[in-house]
Each structure stands twice: as C-alpha cells, then as structure tokens.
C-alpha cells in the first residue's frame, strides 16, 4: 500500500490467540493512528456504515478537525465496461444496468441513447417507448434519492425516514416491476425502444402513486427539514463556492446545489422532455443542506413530470420497426419465415453498428451520466467508456472536507451521494 | 443495416477516423502529447471550463496505439440559470499515445483530472507526467497488467477461457462406448472385474 496508509495496514493483525478458550486475553493496543507531526492519520472505512458502501477515507485529523481526506477506492471495481466489450449490443445493457445499482435505468438510458445516434436511428424510436422511458427513469429517480434520503437520514441518527422512504420506494418498484420484471437492474430499455409495453392495470396504479405522493413528501419534509438536529448538521456544512464545483467536474444535484442550473434534461431535452413543464431545482449556498433541499425538490419535479407523461401517453408500437435491430414480434415468427431468420440472427449473433465513436449522455440521479461508445462495426462494443457522475462528485470531498470535523465528513459523503457500483465499475 | 455475418472480423483499424455524421459534440480536437496541454488551455480560456470526463481507448493495430479522450463543456464558473447556460457546448480532444509515451498532466487546469488520469494509467497504463499522486485506483497496488487494454485477457491473466470444474465421470462415460464387439467384451471384462475384486481404485488410476 502507499505511503500515506497508516502503519497497521497489511501487518499481521491482530496476534491475539483465538484458539485457547481458557487462554486469558489481553486487549492488544494495536495502533489505529499513527502520528507524524502534529497531525494523526485516521483510516474511515472501507467497512464503515456511513460509507454507503466500501470507500476508504483516508483522514488527517488535528484533534477533532480534519486537514486532509484522501478517499481510497476500488473496492467494487468489477470490470463492467471490459465485460461490455465482450457482450452483444443489448447483452451489454445488463452489465451497465450493474454499475449505478440504485437508478439502473438511467445507466440504460444513456446507452442506448449512445447506440441509437451511431446507429442513426433517434428519431425513429417510437414516441410511445420514448415517453415510457422518461416515466420510468423519473420513477427511478425517485427510488434513488428515496435511498440516498434514508441512508443520509441514518447516518445522522434519524432512523424514522429510512423506514417512509423505503415505504415509498417500494410501492415505486412495485411499479417498476410489474413493467419490466424485476425490481433491480431492471434492463427495461433496448436498442430502439422498450422491452415490453406497460402491463394492464399499471395506469391505474400509476394514478394512485400521483395521488398520494405529495402526503408523502409532505411527511419526508415534516420529519427533517426544518428538525433543528438536522439543520444544525447540515446548514453551513460542505460549501462548495460554483467556481470550485465546475473545476472539480460535478454534475447533478451536486452542481445545481451551488447555484449552476446545468440540467440535461433542459438544456439538452431528449425522448420527448421538451414537452414537459418542469422546474430545475437550485439553491445558492452550496452546502450539505443546499443539496438536501435540491434533491427533495427533484422528487417533487419528477413526480410532476411522471403525472404529465402519464397524461399524454399515447397508444402506439414500443420498438422501432426495423428488422435489423429489433426482435420480430413473436406471433409472426410462425408465420413469416423472414421473422424466424431474423430472430434467429438477432439472438445468435446481434445486430451490428456502424463504426464510429459517439457519446450519448442523460441526467441521472447523481449528474450526468454518459457513455463514450466506440465501435468498430462489429455486433459487440470495441469501448464503452462511462462517465460515472459519483466518480466525480466523491472526488470533491478532498476539496471540501479539509477545515470541517470528522462527525462532519459523514454528512459530506451522505449528501455527494456516492454509489459504489459506479465509482468503481 | 442487414444482420450479417459474424465471422468475418472488421478491417476498421481507427474506429474514430469513419465515425458517421453526428452532432454529439461540436469540436474534435486530434492531437499529440507535445501539444495537448497548448490545446487544453485554449480550450478552457474559450469557456470549456468543466472538464466532463476523461478517459482512454485502445485501438491495438492501430499507430499511436491508444487514445486519451478528453470531453469537456462550457459551463459558467458562477451561479447561472438555464437561459444563461443555454444548450451545451461540448468539444472531445483525442490524445493519440503509443506505448511507452506519457501525457501531460491537466491536474493544474481541472482537478478533478486527478483520479481520471490515475484510472487511465491504472486500467491502460499510460503515465501521466507531472502528475502528484499517480497510483492504480482501481486495481490493487501489485496489480500486474492493465486490464483495459485489449491484449488483457477478458478473465485476467492466464485465464481467458471459462474454467470448468474437472468432471471424470463423463470423460469415463466417452470413453467406455463400446465401438466394436471386441472393445464391448473388454469393457464388460473389466466392470465384472472391478464389481467382483477392485475398490474403484482402478478407475481412478484410469481417470
């Protein structure tokens, strides 16, 4: 390990003898700190219970305050996008579902918004499949924050929320599920439209979740945002000026936080999400509760804009009627001897794309998430590169967590709302 | 955009070079390591101040052989509405690299350069001069190989077909079809043999 690691990593551990039960134990003082200079070297995670997941942070503390933090990741690398090297064009999709595990549709959702432009093919996927996708990644959008507001709300003691926004979050998977299946990594989206249509019934469940949705935010904002233990720990805490947050690349609720109202879905609008009416939450200090407010008010937005798509549905196919590139529907297969080649050749080997490079990116929960694709005409990727918005958004706690006290770091990593799957891919 | 083949493999060598007519980014930039940081500072003194993503590729046959990509966006480095920001401005820089070449690093413009660069140097192995802190991030430290690189075998080192678990019972059973009438009498020579005197031990010793 480097340098900078405190001395006990990669020692032999604890030499305490476990196997003699009569044996009398000695508390070993192993040493959790080392000390160089005025400064302590404290090691957070990567088991850590506030790191929503395994990150590492590495601390240099005076006292209680931190001077530097150094996150160590890589725990979760998994090799996603050489695996997606390795796939079929719509096999790959189930790995890239994979890398952000709390909103895999968005994941979906930028790829497949990559492929259709190098395959030339935007404008003909059809206005039924592309309204669908907006509702269901502002559902997953939803379901996202629902997580990141619990875990945030744990990590700052308050245990009550987890159990609301779960609740909700739940009865948004049911949603989720019953269109696509399943209720994580879902890989609803294909190259040129959707995997099936919306299942009977699901508009009218669809309008019971519009109906009682703002009871339940009402119930999240009640519980913490105006609780004054949850103001005093997140007010004030964090800041990130706008000039530093552009520097540091962030995206996402993190960005538009501190005052910059970057938002793909307005200023870039794709699948239909100019014909929405709908507000881009910002706030101009910058600091933990900034975030908070933010992405509280996204859930509002998205909601609002679930209500709108679901008023404006239309009737119509799901996948773009191109043979090359979409699977024949199954009743014509034993009819037609076109379809049964086609399907066969479509599932043996993939369809292929023309070489080029492209990058196709969407507004996810966390920022900007986007995909680098080169392919070199074959039927599987040659690179699929991610832009992973927590990537970017973690790397700023180096910047903003020096100055501020180590029970303060955990509101940080909360409130950037890392996903490990997707730092580390 | 027929289904064809998969058995022929593509001749195309620099897939960025053929890339179709599309507006996903308003600028590609193609240049060497020498001039990379003169563009960069260009870039950024033109508004392109959010340094979105920076990332590698590896074309193989190709001359140099790997590709830094950098994409960036304009963005205003201060509170701004939507109608300030308007439709975004993006420009991609393409960095070609050979093995054994390093880059400069951007560290001092953006940043956040800091981590992708190191992902960069950790998954192709291209060094980044200049840089503070250029250690693997993803890979562990002893890590030997740079997984991205498409001479890396899919399941790591010495290991690029799916291990199977030994499975004896079905080579015996591939072996044992009897092809002659000959072979039938051995074989059933020997099961009689190993019912009535062997442990098994026999078939083991076969296996």
Same mark, same amino acid.
């Given at each position: ?6 001395? @006990? ?10 196997? /003699? ?7 070993? %003082? ?17 088991? #850590?219970?506030?790191?929503? *997941? ?12 931190? $001077? ?8 979760? #690398? ?69 997580? @990141? ?51 009977? *019934? ?45 520097? @540091? ?19 870039? %609008? ?8 709908? /507000? ?6 910058? /600091? ?78 966390? *920022? ?16 699929? =590169? ?40 | ?12 060598? &620099? ?15 193609? $240049? ?15 508004? !392109? ?24 966006? +304009? ?42 660069? =190191?992902?960069? !140097? ?5 060094? !980044?001069?200049? #840089? ?10 002893? @890590? ?10 899919? =399941?790591?080192?010495?290991? &690029? ?11 015996? +059973? ?34």
């Amino acid at each position: 390990m480097s340098d900078h690691l405190p001395d @006990w990593i990669g020692s032999e551990g604890n030499p305490n003898n476990f196997g /003699d039960p009569t044996a009398v134990l000695e508390p070993e %003082p192993y040493e959790v700190v080392s000390r160089n200079d005025d400064q302590m070297v404290l090691s957070m995670g990567p088991q #850590h219970p506030s790191t929503h *997941g395994v990150l590492q942070v590495v601390l240099g503390i005076d006292g209680e305050t931190v $001077t530097r933090a150094e996150p160590e990741i890589g725990y979760l #690398h998994t090799g996603i996008e050489k695996s997606a090297e390795n796939l079929f064009w719509n096999q790959s999709l189930t790995v890239i579902d994979r890398m952000d595990y709390l909103a895999p549709l968005t994941n979906n959702f930028a790829f497949v918004r990559g492929v259709e432009r190098l395959l030339g093919i935007t404008d003909q996927v059809p206005r039924r499949a592309q309204q669908i996708r907006v509702m269901m990644a502002e559902m997953t959008r939803i379901t996202s924050h629902c997580i @990141w507001l619990g875990t945030h709300a744990i990590d700052l003691g308050a245990i009550s929320p987890f159990f609301y926004t779960v609740d909700l979050r739940e009865n948004i998977l049911d949603l989720i599920e019953s269109a696509s299946g399943a209720r994580m990594n879902m890989t609803y989206f294909r190259v040129g439209g959707i995997n099936g249509d919306l299942p009977e *019934g699901f508009l009218e469940r669809l309008d019971e979740l519009i109906a009682k949705f703002p009871r339940r935010m009402r119930d999240l904002r009640d519980l913490l945002q105006q609780n004054p233990i949850w103001t005093d720990r997140e007010i004030g805490v964090g800041i990130i000026s706008p000039e530093d947050a552009v520097a @540091w690349g962030l995206t996402g609720p993190a960005l538009r936080a501190s005052g910059v109202a970057y938002d793909l879905r307005k200023i870039e %609008p794709y699948s239909t999400y100019e014909e929405y009416e709908f /507000d881009v939450p910002t706030r101009t200090e910058g /600091d933990c509760y900034a975030r908070f407010l933010v992405r509280l008010d996204e859930m509002e937005e998205s909601m609002r804009i679930i209500a709108q798509v679901r008023k404006k549905l239309e009737p119509g196919p799901i996948m773009i009627n191109e043979p090359a590139v979409a699977l024949p529907p199954k009743p014509s297969i034993g009819l037609s001897m076109e379809s049964l080649i086609y399907h066969f050749k479509l599932v043996s080997e993939g369809f292929r794309v023309p070489a080029g490079d492209v990058y196709g990116a969407v507004e996810g929960p966390r *920022g900007e998430i986007g995909y680098y694709i080169v392919s070199s005409g074959e039927n599987k990727p040659w690179r699929v =590169r991610t832009r992973p918005p927590s990537f970017y958004n973690l790397q700023a706690l180096r910047k903003i967590a020096a100055g501020n006290l180590i029970a303060d770091v955990v509101v940080m990593i909360g409130s950037l709302d890392p996903v490990f799957g997707e730092v580390d891919r | 955009m027929q289904p064809r083949s998969t058995k022929t493999t593509s001749t195309v060598v &620099d897939p960025t070079a053929v890339r179709p007519a599309i507006d996903d980014v308003d600028e590609i930039i193609r $240049t060497t390591p020498a001039e990379l940081r003169g563009v960069l500072t260009q870039l950024k003194a033109r508004g !392109f101040s959010h340094l979105t993503d920076v990332g590698g590729a590896d074309y193989l046959k190709r001359e140099p052989r790997f590709d830094v990509v950098y994409l960036l966006t +304009v963005l205003p480095t201060h509170a701004a509405t939507i109608a300030e920001i308007g439709k975004p401005r993006r420009a991609r820089v393409l960095c070609g690299v050979d093995e054994g070449q390093s880059v400069p690093t951007v560290y001092d413009l953006w940043p956040c350069a800091n981590w992708a660069e =190191r992902e960069v !140097f950790d998954l192709f192995g291209i060094p !980044f001069s200049g #840089h503070p802190d250029l250690r693997r991030i993803e890979m562990p430290d002893d @890590w030997e190989g740079h997984p991205l690189r498409k001479d890396y075998p899919v =399941r790591g080192p010495g290991r &690029d077909r799916t291990p199977r678990p030994p499975f004896p019972g079905k080579e015996n +059973v591939g072996s044992r079809i009897p092809p002659t009438r000959e072979a039938a009498e051995r074989l059933r020579q020997e099961i009689n043999e190993r019912l009535h005197h062997g442990n098994g031990k026999s078939g083991e010793e076969k296996a």
